[in-house]
């Protein structure tokens, strides 16, 4: 019996935490969240990033003509995001920018993507953020990632809705970016820097890196006042209904 309790506590040990983000185009995970992953994974976490569209309609660098080059473009800058956070891999979906819709099938990849990952902490925008008060954040594909994400998540906890070979998963929070309702707000402070780094890799987004700092720094990161810079989200416990 003492075997099997060491032998189940060393399992749990040498399983890794790990942590999914959910964003709808490359650079919304990295606006909503980077410094929060960053610190979980110096904590040990092991972090995915999830990209809903290619993001190819919101590019704004004239070179980038084709479709096919600014598709690659945005994969790459994401990817070189990504790595300096430290994200272990990024799993691009590829629906087309400005065109996303709820279906079956996003919510099915992306429940698998949580049964197959395990994460205890899932990122995304704010679904209960339907304000419609700025145009970009209320951007179509950020309002169906947020709903279609949360949906997978109770998906996810379920055996039978979308089965998977690993069986079921629960998260235990759910932290929501680009939130009208903050409740809880990480001092960024001392990494501003750093994000600004992990922004720059999105040349195609800001060519003009200086005048995007400005208003970035103006704009999104004073979500509280007890701290210059923030990143501020609506954490939510999943609760496990137990009778
Ligand atoms: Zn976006």
Redesign the pocket.
Known sequence: MLYRCHYIINFIKRMKKTILAV??????LD?GCPVMVRNLIKKGYEAYYVVV?N?EN?SKENKVRTRGTRISTRKLEQIEAARKIGVKKVFFLGYKDGFLQYSESLRKRLTILIKEIRPEFVFSFDPANQDFTNL?LF?R??RITAIATFDACFAAKNDFIIPYKKGKHMVSKMYFFGTNKPNYFLNITKDINFKLDVLASYKSQFPNFDNFKKWFLGNLTGWTKKYKYSEAFRVMDVIQIGF
């Not at 964003?23 to 919304?28: F, I, K, L, S, V």
Request: proline residues 7%.
């Open positions: 964003g709808a185009h490359p650079d919304d606006f569209t993001g919101g970009n951007h594909d950020h």
